[in-house]
């Protein structure tokens, strides 16, 4: 295993966005895709410059006022200046800290931070190296649950049909729409930006040449969507311009239409579902007086009730799949998309047939339309967490603002806990949370915050203690994804930067002073834990009957091949078939249209069947734009926002805004100009790009931008980078789930005439 690759030697590598090849100059990293792959993500340029950027983080710091003042609760987070200290005496001061808390608060008063996408490795997966420190050196920490991606489908799928990985990574295949569907309606869209990104790495991009020999067979693509590129050019989808947050109107529209042209297949909903009576009073307005028909869907979302009720004929006339954004569910009652989506599937009888039915979030990331290996992946274990407090995860900043106080949670009233230090390593909260002026005050509650982190990115600047860890491709790993056929030696390219060490590396230090080395290394380096997390995977290949090399002989060649499950439609079609030896895990066993479950829970943000319930933030006088804050195309999440392919997109530094040019018009900005976005809780600068793909009355800003608040400009400051989470609202989806709603928001915009404030984003702070 090679620990200082030599110059230009080309060495196999992996990442979220694609399996590659590498080589390192001593100053720039040429990255080589893998040959297999069809379409390669351009996200891999981003490696090219990023390895000794200025961003890095270069030594061990400690923020001054916690050295000189001890820990405690402050609004200096993020304004402070650091000291550099020695590996030593920060770690001897660290396990000091963490010994302090343990001892006068429990475990329980510490938070384990870690949400993911940090590398493809699978033993350098910062979340699960964290998770079993806390484990072993504390007994536990308070979790968190579900993802921003998807924290309502999570929650309410189960109660629907079952777990979302489970179903729905094992359902319709690309091979399957390429093949055999006619009509596929992509609610929220299918961007190649989502597709190109899967969590451990995807060897082969094969969703535009799939949805390119479905077109070409003839299939159609409906898109639902205020953007016209959420599906590729490779659809020639017909566009609809939905008004932001409508869908639930329009999906009743369509049931409404099928459930009155007796379109829809009573079979199958007496065989396959539970409660469709109760949800057919509601589509026709028995409870509540209004019949959701399509001239009432029309009002509310923009399209016509003709071209509704045309659809609706369609669907039932072809072999049609219905999918579902994860950005639908990024939103107020984002639980109803979901499940309105599933009842307007089984009304239309196709569940379970091969391309058709129903596939939520196809499209969303790399994972989905792919066939499942048949051997599993190597898995670092975490340990035992002794802790019960655990939060969704979009809620980190109500628990730290409100220690003790109830809250919901798909059925449960729980408490948060009283946290009093945090430990993040793999991810930045600065990213993926909402309202960061509310997050930021969130953080200045608690008595430590610890960042393992790479480069110098908000969730850093804010910490109390930041230890400089490696980037994936300064060390050795395997990289490997429960739908990928390839497993990858991912060898290190270069050297560690300065100081930087691996996440295992620092846990082990910190174990050692703790008195729980053996427990937490197991009596292994990580040379023999690849090793050793390899071996279950050969020794599953062996008792299959496929080729099972040895550690060594994998090494050497760079990749082996796993073989994959049948694309046989997993649990949904065994269940069409047999729906009694094949039950759905729901209470029922079968798809719930009305959940009784749900319904005895008694949330009015969640009532017992699909409904229209519209978001309480809606455009007025003050902040007529709708605002949608989606992933970007030029990085993963805020992944190497410095790097090269990143800042290909912005416009003189400053992340791009996409509005259509009748609402840029009637506010005097021009292409190009930098503009403000803003609205009570915060505002941005951005550059606007003038686009007809954007429908109108939207803005569209990818998240990811790193956070740059401009000194002494608030409260709330102005970040002058284009982060849109200043704007967006931290609230939860529902009491059922307490998901994420940071997809959009409302704000206005203007053209900002002072002078552009220089970015300090990348710039190491004070001290540093």
């Known amino acids: 295993m090679d620990k200082h690759p030599a110059d230009g030697l080309l060495l196999p590598h992996s990442a979220h966005w694609g399996a590659f090849r590498a080589s390192w100059d001593g100053s720039r990293v040429t990255v080589i895709p893998h040959p297999a792959d069809p379409a390669p993500s351009p996200i891999l340029g981003n490696f090219a410059d990023s390895l000794r950027h200025r961003a890095r983080i270069a030594c061990p710091v400690v923020r001054r006022g916690w050295l000189e003042q001890g820990p405690g609760p402050t609004d200096r987070r993020g304004e402070d200046e650091f000291v550099a200290l020695p590996w030593n005496e920060v770690l001897d001061r660290l396990a000091a800290e963490l010994q302090r808390v343990k001892a006068a608060h429990g475990a329980e008063a510490v938070f384990g931070g870690s949400y993911g996408w940090s590398s493809a490795g699978r033993f350098h997966h910062a979340q699960s190296q964290i998770h079993r420190f806390l484990n072993v050196a504390l007994g536990g920490y308070v979790r968190s649950v579900n993802s921003y991606n998807a924290g309502a489908s999570q929650v309410i799928l189960p109660h629907v049909m079952g777990s979302l990985e489970e179903l729905f990574r094992r359902n319709v295949t690309w091979e399957q729409v390429q093949r055999d569907t006619e009509l596929l309606l992509c609610f929220g869209g299918m961007p190649l930006r989502n597709s190109m990104i899967a969590s451990g790495g995807v060897t082969r991009h094969v969703e535009p040449g799939a949805i390119a020999r479905a077109r070409a067979r003839g299939a159609r693509f409906v898109l639902v969507s205020p953007l016209r590129d959420d599906l590729p050019p490779e659809a020639g989808a017909e566009w609809w311009p939905i008004a932001i947050g409508t869908d639930v109107a329009l999906m009743l529209g369509l049931c409404h239409t099928l459930v009155t042209e007796g379109l829809h297949d009573g079979v199958f909903l007496e065989t396959h579902t539970t409660g469709y009576p109760d949800f057919e009073r509601y589509l026709l307005g028995q409870e509540d007086g209004q019949p959701k028909h399509a001239g009432w869907a029309a009002a509310i979302c923009g399209i016509g009730a003709d071209r509704i009720t045309a659809l609706a004929r ?358 190009g100009d930098i503009i403000r976005l803003f609205n009570d809780r915060g505002s941005c600068l951005a550059a606007a790009t003038l686009s007809e793909d954007v429908a109108r009355g939207v803005v569209q800003i990818a998240t990811g931008a790193w956070y740059d608040p401009l000194p002494d400009n608030g409260p709330p400051p102005l970040c002058v980078h284009g982060n849109p989470n200043v704007l967006t609202r931290d609230i939860g989806t529902s009491r059922l789930a307490q998901g994420s709603c940071g997809q959009t928001t409302v704000a206005q915009a203007e053209r900002y005439e002072a002078p552009l404030p220089p970015l300090r984003a990348y710039d190491p702070p004070r001290g540093a």
Not at 399 to 406: H, I, R, V, Y
Not at 501 to 524: H, N, Q, W
Not at 567 to 590: M, V, Y
Not at 622 to 637: D, E, F, K, V
Request: glycine share 8%; with cysteine; net charge neutral.
């Open 314 to 671: 369609e669907l039932a006339a072809k072999r049609s799949l219905i999918t579902v954004a994860h950005g639908l569910q990024r939103a107020q009652h984002g639980e109803q998309p979901v499940w309105a989506a599933a009842a307007l599937a089984a009304m239309l009888g196709q569940i379970g047939l091969l391309g058709g039915g129903y596939s939520y979030a196809m499209g969303a990331m790399g994972h989905y339309g792919r066939r499942p290996n048949a051997v599993p992946i190597p898995t670092m274990p975490q340990g035992r967490n002794g802790v019960r407090f655990f939060i969704p995860v979009a809620r980190i900043a109500d628990m730290l603002l409100n220690p003790g106080a109830l809250f919901d949670y798909n059925g449960e009233r729980l408490t948060y806990p009283d946290i009093r230090l945090v430990y993040w390593a793999g991810g930045n909260p600065f990213h993926h949370h909402q309202d960061l002026n509310r997050l930021r005050q969130a953080f200045s509650r608690i008595d430590t915050l610890v960042v393992h982190e790479t480069s110098w990115t908000a969730t850093a600047r804010h910490a109390d203690i930041v230890l400089p860890s490696t980037m994936t491709l300064e060390r050795d790993d395997i990289g490997a994804a429960g739908t990928d056929p390839l497993i990858h030696a991912m060898r290190a390219i270069a050297p560690p930067f300065a100081e930087a060490r691996d996440d295992f590396a620092i846990f082990t230090a910190l174990s050692a002073r703790m008195g729980v080395e053996e427990a937490f290394t197991a009596g292994r380096n990580a040379a023999a834990w690849l090793r050793h997390l390899y071996e279950a995977t050969r020794e599953a290949l062996a008792t299959k009957g496929h080729e099972a090399p040895s550690f060594e002989a994998f090494w050497e060649r760079g990749e082996i091949t796993l073989p994959s499950t049948p694309d046989d439609g997993g649990p949904l079609r065994a269940f069409r078939r047999d729906p009694t030896a094949h039950p759905l895990p729901t209470p029922s066993g079968w798809i719930e249209i009305f959940s009784e479950r749900i319904a005895g829970f008694g949330y009015a943000d969640c009532p017992g069947h699909p409904a229209w319930l519209p978001s309480t933030e809606q455009p007025d006088a003050r902040h007529p734009l709708r605002i949608i804050a989606n992933q970007p195309a030029t990085r993963l999440h805020s992944q190497l926002d410095f790097a090269a392919y990143s800042q290909s997109s912005k416009r003189r530094g400053r992340e791009p805004a996409r509005m259509n040019p009748a609402d840029a018009a009637a506010r005097g900005i021009f292409d």
